[in-house]
């Protein structure tokens, strides 16, 4: 996370109350949610190979926790800047305007296709309970993992919009250092 973005979220403000809480809500999501699909898939292999049985429909289940793992998990990336970009802008171009002005267009794309992925997510979601998909085994609501889908694609959009502004300070402070001025030397007195 940028420092400018660290400060935009160190501010003490509901915002920030609430992105703490969000932030300990992901870390034990994506935490439950890793041990629940081990421990499922743990149990599977244990049921066939050493039971010589089957654990019915357990892949129904392993996939709702795993799209809230993967989602939240992306989510999460996005909070601490982890997840992969492709910036070659911060490697090859100096300090500066041009570099400021790039970095705000990076975030600003990553933000409107991320808040576009979110929209998807919403309509996704949507689809699930108005259709009332359910999974053919156990007949588990879809709506249920697509509910994981929408919120973290959600978050993302929010985390890129705090960098989206992070950035745009960034640039604004370029414009805002004081340029130098070039003054008339007085001639001298011979």
């Not at 629940?36 to 429909?57: E, K, M, N, P, Q």
């Not at 129904?60 to 989510?75: K, M, N, Q, T």
């Not at 911060?90 to 267009?105: A, E, I, R, W």
Request: proline share 3%; aromatic share 16%.
């Amino acid at each position: 996370m940028s420092n400018t973005s660290e400060q935009i979220l160190k501010k003490p403000s509901l915002f920030t109350s609430i992105n703490n809480l969000a932030t300990k809500i992901q870390r034990f999501i994506m935490v439950t949610c890793s041990l629940t699909v081990t421990g499922i898939i743990f149990l599977a292999v244990l049921l066939r190979y050493v039971f010589h049985s089957d654990l019915y429909g357990y892949e129904e289940i392993v996939v709702i926790f795993a799209f809230w793992l993967y989602f939240i998990g992306g989510s999460y990336g996005s909070y601490t800047r982890t997840h992969i970009t492709a910036d070659v802008v911060s490697v090859y171009v100096p300090d500066g305007k041009l570099k400021g002005f790039l970095c705000v267009t990076s975030s600003l794309i990553t933000f409107l296709w991320s808040s576009f992925m979110a929209y998807w997510g919403f309509d996704f979601f949507m689809y699930g309970i108005t259709e009332g998909a359910v999974t053919p085994v156990w007949r588990l609501p879809m709506a249920i993992s697509y509910s994981g889908v929408f919120l973290g694609l959600l978050m993302m959009s929010v985390y890129f919009l705090v960098d989206l502004i992070a950035d745009i300070r960034v640039l604004r402070g370029y414009y805002r250092e004081k340029q130098p001025e070039i003054s008339e030397a007085e001639p001298e007195e011979v």
